[in-house]
């Protein structure tokens, strides 16, 4: 398991890291990371959040099962808890197990409703669970979970967990290949499983009835009869770790984690096969550990992502989001994506498919999260692994 190892070596907890890294090296570029909100610190954040109600109030979910909410103000002191599932989710120290991604309803300022993924125990187990708002604006219902996915899981990395929204009110939810080097279960290409995919739900059919979501009609294998999951969106993915929807342009991004050589960026399109493990970034993928999966054999097309970058650079992306606030001009309309474990954050043109650093930070980055204001949050560690805060990017 040589993602763990690097996990083990820089004492943090590891989300989506990769091999053969050094650790972030300190602040360059022409960019820098602001302590968002100073009174504030956070274990091991894996997302950021708005409930979408005007409330101008983030989430940020923490690794071991909290989730955490405070109003987005720079003079906020504290925070509080609005859910607690610590008891039931399976977390271990450097790995990559625990509260994975959050998401809200459309609709959550009339519904109440918002998602949640995590891993679960006996059997290991990756799960998908709708929670309700309880009469306290502030803190969720316990008790109101309704699962609408779960997956026996063999391997602890690899879970993915990003979750979002599009305008058609769908919910897109990236899975990994369920884990272990070079795929060796050949989960990716195989349409008839949910790892290494991205799945597409609808959570306004079957609400007061399991499984608590339907199918959309428009998916590309609906009602398929060659036994393909019909809540596949798109496949061929290693570990997608965060995926983000671009209101303006429509475009779903999502950051995929590579093997030993290549990260890489992908526009995610209905049905597309994106390669995870024939192809690693744009080259072929044969590796003698867990070489690729035999149904490479005649596969393909593969779309090619639209942006990659070596292990001299990082090796562990973190997918970002388009930025369309007003406080950074010069950032407006590019994708900001950083790396785990060797703290760059880029700016990628959309259009040029080209990336320019904006900051070594000196930090784990972990997740980002967009404001209702549309500012861009920035989710860190420290290497030890000590509570740290949140960020946000500002020109030096």
């Known amino acids: 398991m040589k993602r763990f190892l690097v996990a083990v070596l820089t004492g943090s907890a590891m989300i989506a890291c990769g091999d053969d890294a050094s650790g972030p090296s300190g602040d360059t570029g022409p960019y820098e990371l602001v302590n968002a909100f100073p009174a504030l610190t956070f274990s091991r954040p894996t997302d950021i959040q708005t409930a979408g109600n005007g409330t101008n109030r983030l989430f940020v979910t923490e690794q071991t099962g909290r989730i955490l909410v405070f109003a987005n103000r720079p003079d906020v002191a504290s925070s509080s808890v609005f859910l607690d599932i610590t008891p039931d989710v399976l977390y271990q120290t450097n790995s990559e197990l625990g509260l994975l991604g959050l998401a809200f309803h459309p609709q959550y300022e009339t519904n109440g409703y918002f998602f949640v993924y995590y891993t679960v125990d006996n059997p290991r187990r990756d799960r998908l669970s709708r929670f309700n708002v309880s009469g306290d604006p502030g803190v969720a219902d316990r008790n109101s979970e309704k699962i609408l996915l779960e997956f026996a899981d063999d391997y602890a990395n690899h879970n993915g967990g990003g979750m979002c929204f599009d305008a058609d009110g769908y919910l897109y939810l990236g899975i990994g290949d369920e884990g272990g080097a070079g795929d060796p279960d050949n989960n990716a290409q195989d349409r008839s499983r949910p790892f290494g995919k991205i799945l ?197």
Do not use: M
């Not at 570990?239 to 671009?246: C, E, K, L, M």
């Not at 526009?267 to 550990?289: H, I, L, M, T």
């Open 200 to 396: 597409r739900i609808d959570v306004n059919q079957n609400v007061n009835q399991p499984p608590y979501h339907g199918i959309p009609a428009g998916n590309p294998y609906a009602g398929n009869a060659s036994g393909y999951r019909e809540d596949i969106w798109a496949y061929g993915f290693r570990n997608p770790w965060r995926i983000s929807f671009d209101a303006p342009t429509g475009l779903l991004i999502a950051g995929d984690v590579g093997q030993r050589t290549w990260e890489e960026i992908d526009f995610v399109e209905k049905g597309v096969n994106y390669g995870w493990d024939c192809r690693e970034g744009k080259s072929d993928y044969n590796e003698a550990e867990n070489g690729s999966s035999p149904l490479c054999t005649g596969g393909g097309p593969f779309k090619q992502p639209v942006h990659v970058y070596g292990h001299n650079e990082g090796s562990s992306i973190t997918g970002g989001y388009v930025y369309r606030g007003v406080s950074q001009p010069a950032l407006r309309g590019r994708y900001i994506f950083g790396d785990f474990i060797s703290g760059h954050i880029w700016a990628l043109n959309v259009g040029s498919q080209t990336a320019a650093l904006l900051t070594d930070s000196g930090r784990f980055i972990s997740t980002f999260g967009v404001a209702e204001d549309g500012e861009l949050i920035v989710g860190a560690y420290f290497g030890d692994g000590s509570p740290t805060g949140l960020y946000h990017l500002r020109e030096k």
